[in-house]
């Protein structure tokens, strides 16, 4: 299985650490959100290193859709009622700010960046379309319903953010990524007070940034209860139709759309990671009724870290971490949370302050009905007697047979067939 993105992308190659160094700032990870931090701390004049366990864009960067747009689900009708209308102002704001400076990014590195309109839609409930339309209105967003979009069944409505952005994510990656102090085939195995620690050298570093999708670090910010993941798969389409724009259902077990190029990009089939879920069954089903005379030409899986509230944790990675920082938990939308992230994590360190990072704060409230369905799920794997075990925090391990993976039901941890890592948590192979 093999994403559209990897296979129209020379991976650009950068050497490993073969020594002990210091750096004003170290950033792990290099995925989206850390090549972005290692980019904007570059254009500030702050010295940096970053370091990735594999290659760059080697991870979750690799399989996402792509899409760039500060239109989330129906985010906005909760965060008001949840949070706030300040807060929930603050959260779109940041996102459009996102959305514009990769527009800008868009012009100087070749990435196939397109203007296009997101929409969200449902196929039954009007009524929560409309509420999330008059809620983006009243946050001073231009939003619109419509009841016509270019997809072959029925919907009872959609909500229409316009001149959002799509793109190809790999060809912008190794576009900014070009010139920058990167250190593949590295991996951070420990942090200590200032220092993180390698299989065989050591970086000393005023500031850590921990950009590893999910954060490695356990005695600190809980994130092993604020997060868990959920994996959803995309198929490409050749000989299907041209939606000119993207699509969402609203419900979380929905489906996707957008167009790159001549293909028809569809996701869906979602399920926590180590649960059932229709995974490829339910967009090959799909695209036999829809599209009978279509040609699958790529498919793939990605994960995703869900929070808590549905919004990223952006900022000191705990009340007790002066230098250390997080950028994570961005949910489905990658892309604008990776930007943001950078842009609110460049100032922090340059003692600017950010108008929207508290909304982001990893300290705020973790008290949501959610962490009682991860703290019960963490529970009953750790007790189910059975093997292999994940090295993260020891729960029990699923075995995929849709992608013949270890999959920890916890945390999210994958393992190859034969024990190796492939996603963190986890800092280790199987044992």
Excluded at 4 to 13: E, G, Y
Excluded at 46 to 69: F, H, M, P
Aim: proline share 4%; glycine share 10%.
């Amino acid at each position: 299985m093999k994403s559209v993105w990897t296979a129209t992308c020379k991976p650009l190659q950068f050497p490993a650490l073969e020594r002990n160094i210091k750096t004003d700032v170290l950033v792990i990870g290099g995925g989206m959100a850390g090549v972005l931090c290692a980019y904007f701390l570059k254009e500030a004049g702050i010295d940096y290193v970053l370091v990735e366990a594999g290659r760059i864009g080697s991870g979750i960067t690799k399989n996402t859709t792509a899409k760039i747009t500060s239109q989330h689900g129906l985010i906005y009708d909760k965060l008001i009622k949840n949070a706030g209308i300040e807060k929930a102002s603050m959260y779109l704001k940041a996102n459009q700010s996102a959305v514009g400076k990769f527009k800008e990014l868009g012009e100087k590195f070749s990435c196939g960046l397109e203007e296009k309109n997101a929409h969200v839609y449902s196929l039954t409930d009007r009524n929560a379309i409309e509420r999330e339309v008059r809620a983006v209105n009243a946050l001073g967003f231009n939003a619109s319903f419509t009841e016509k979009i270019p997809l072959p069944f029925k919907t009872a409505g959609a909500v229409i953010f316009e001149k959002q952005a799509q793109f190809n994510p790999l060809q912008f990656l190794h576009g900014i990524a070009q010139g920058l102090k990167i250190y593949e085939n590295t991996q951070v195995k420990e942090l200590a007070q200032n220092v993180a620690i390698t299989d065989k050298f050591k970086i000393k570093a005023e500031k850590i940034i921990v950009a590893t999708h999910f954060p490695l670090l356990n005695k600190h910010g809980s994130y092993f209860l604020k997060m868990y993941q959920h994996r959803s798969y995309v198929i490409a389409l050749e000989n299907a139709q041209s939606v000119d724009g993207m699509y969402l259902e609203e419900k979380k077990s929905g489906l996707s759309f957008r167009n790159y190029g001549d293909l028809l990009l569809i996701g869906g089939g979602d399920h926590r990671t180590g649960h059932q879920g229709g995974k490829y069954h339910v967009l090959r089903g799909f695209a036999k009724r829809h599209y009978p005379d279509a040609t699958e030409m790529f498919s793939w899986a990605t994960q995703d870290c869900m929070t808590l509230d549905g919004v990223p944790y952006i900022g000191r990675y705990s009340d007790r971490t002066q230098d250390l920082y997080v950028s994570a938990g961005f949910n489905k939308w990658g892309m604008t949370g990776a930007m943001t992230g950078a842009m609110i994590l460049t100032d922090m360190l340059q003692g600017r302050k950010n108008p929207y990072a508290s909304v982001f704060s990893p300290s705020r409230s973790i008290m949501k009905p959610q962490l009682l369905l991860n703290g019960i799920t963490a529970v009953g794997n750790l007790l189910t007697p059975t093997a292999p075990r994940c090295p993260h925090m020891g729960c029990a391990l699923k075995w995929n047979r849709t992608e013949k993976t270890w999959d920890c039901p916890c945390h999210g941890s994958r393992f190859e067939k034969d024990g190796k890592l492939i996603d963190n948590p986890a800092t280790g192979d199987l044992r």
